[in-house]
């Protein structure tokens, strides 16, 4: 272990101020024997800074996810607002009593860290630890509260986990100056993920591939591009499989692992086929923003699917799809239909496709998302109605 001399002793051999070092590095007058030489590690240095250094965050829009007083691990991809989230509830706390951790810091000796973080937390009487972008190679110290952040999930049994999406459309309207029809179009221009309120037009999607690539290995980040072509989909490993094989080199266990790693971290999600688990299930994407950003190709009707999936996903509402219906949601005895143009002959004639299925099931509600267009048609078993995403979003 490497020790660091402060670099003075008693003032009055060098004939300068005692104030110009103790503002010059990061510590507390208290700490001084001046007729002695203090050695200190590298760590403690480093944690000292990092201790004493005041958090700083962009204007926080609140998330419908908070902290309180207990221990959290919480997860999510990349630029979804884990560090900001963390951040904002540590500064309501007393700064002297919390400590905040990036282990992505490349100054960061995780070996040393661990020989010196218990004792400093101790000293300094700290009750709170937020480790951001926590590898599971990190021993925690005990303390009141411990927060953890990062992609991967990690089976620590005493921690609460939380998972937090991109923002979902009433969160994104957070963000916007007015509520109207802008908003939407807001909202399918930049998709859920926060930091991208300050990326200029032009260069968005090379912002997104830029912290997709940062976040993922090659292999995770060429599978996910193949996805975004597949979006809203019924897709399988296997068939990626397939389809990758003869361009590249790839065995299919490594192919399965880094299709598994996607679905872990969330960047991919899957729906499964209503009493049909060993179905091939139906392939959605993180954020509508990966669409445009690692593909041309152009289907405003599979997006839209992929918006109104992933309201339902941060709603927590158990659904599946089945053969021509989007989600069927089993506890609510409703059927969701993703119909951005529809109008009411459309409506009534995709009704008539579904008929068996809705009196085999006694479905009692069937909405049409559409993009603006409201309205309803009769029917002897369920409500059938149209309403915009908007309204659908943001409602009860």
Known sequence: MELYPIPFVYSRFYGVNFDFYTNLFPFNKEM??????????????????????DLQIDKFHDRK?????????????????KSALVKNYLLSLKKSSYLYIDCIDVRIDIKELNSTLAEFCTKNKIDVLALDNYTDAIVFPNVTQLITVS?????????????LYPLDYEEF???????DSSALNH????????????????????YVQK??????????????????????QKLSAFTIYERLKNSRKISKDKLYKVFDALLAKGYMHQLQKFNHPNATKKLYLCDISLKTALTIEKHFGRLFENMVFLELLKSNVECY???????????????????????????????????????????????????????GISHPLSRVEMIPFDIWAIGD
């Open 173 to 179: 309207l957070a963000f916007e100056y007015k509520y």
């Open 32 to 53: 001084i024997k001046y007729d002695t030489l203090i050695f200190w590690t590298y760590m403690e240095i480093l944690l000292e800074e990092l201790y004493k250094t």
């Open 321 to 375: 799809y089945e053969d021509g219906i989007d989600f069927y949601l089993p506890d609510t005895e409703e059927i969701i239909l993703c119909m951005p143009f529809a109008d009411e002959r459309s409506l009534f004639k995709k009704i008539e496709q579904i008929e068996a299925f809705i009196f085999s099931y006694q479905v009692k509600k069937i909405t049409a998302i559409t993009m603006n267009r409201e309205g």
């Open 187 to 206: 909202f399918f221009q930049l998709g859920g993920l926060p930091s991208m309120q300050k990326v200029n037009a032009d260069v968005r999607s090379i």
């Open 65 to 81: 996810l908070f902290l309180d007083e207990n221990s959290y691990q919480i997860n999510g991809i990349s630029k979804s607002g």
């Open 151 to 163: 992609e991967q999930h990690y089976q620590i049994d005493f921690l609460e986990t939380l998972r």
């Open 211 to 232: 912290v997709l690539q940062s976040a993922l290995d090659i292999m995770e980040f060429d599978v996910l591009c193949f996805c975004a072509k597949m979006m809203a």
